[in-house]
């Protein structure tokens, strides 16, 4: 199937290594340059504007999906392509996931990790069967991906991991995959 949308998510913070802005940025050229929809959380801060203001400035499209409780803490990005405000984080979750064809996980903290792994379980339950890039700047995911392999060893997942995550290093790695 072609990906013509891509989820990202990423920190509403930058994070303290310097690359990770860098790296969201040059995910951002490149889904712009291919001509792939960025699918979002909405917010103006952080890697979440550095990915979306990198699509935007290569004239690329972004839909963002924030709830009313976030529009002030996230600074919803006004100058979107699409953006939904939508009643709760359970239906921005369902709105990201309904309108990608795969997802691209940046550097983030805990609402990163909560939407990575529902697409993990939704992916192993066979919900949807979505791609999911880890962006591994500066080996930001190492231990997260030790730690789902280990479950995989002690046998508590039902498929290989490999099957549906693929990690990158660079953002460059993506492009093989468009």
């Known amino acids: 199937m072609a990906i013509r949308s891509i989820a990202v998510f990423c920190g509403s913070k930058s994070g ?8 969201s940025k040059e995910i951002g050229h490149i889904l712009a340059d291919k001509k792939i929809t960025l699918i979002y959380g909405g917010g103006n801060k952080g890697l979440m504007a550095a990915v979306a203001n990198a699509v935007l ?3 690329g499209s972004v839909t963002g999906i924030i709830p009313q409780v976030l529009k ?5 990005h006004e100058g979107l392509t699409e953006l939904l405000v939508v009643d709760s984080m359970h239906i921005r979750k369902g709105l990201l ?3 990608c064809d795969a997802a691209i996980i940046l550097p983030g903290g805990y609402g990163t990790l909560d939407e990575v792994f529902e697409m993990l379980t939704w992916n192993q ?3 949807h069967d979505k791609q999911i890039f880890f962006m591994n700047t500066g080996g930001f995911y190492d231990h997260l991906i030790a730690h789902i392999t280990k479950m995989h060893d002690e046998n508590f997942l039902y498929d290989h991991p490999q099957e549906n995550m693929t990690i990158l290093t660079k ?3 993506l492009l093989q995959y468009l």
């Open 72 to 76: 002030d803490w996230e600074h919803q």
């Open 125 to 127: 339950l066979n919900i």
């Open 171 to 173: 953002p460059a790695d």
């Open 57 to 59: 400035e290569k004239k």
């Open 97 to 99: 996931y309904e309108k």
């Open 16 to 23: 303290n290594n310097p690359l990770f802005e860098i790296h």
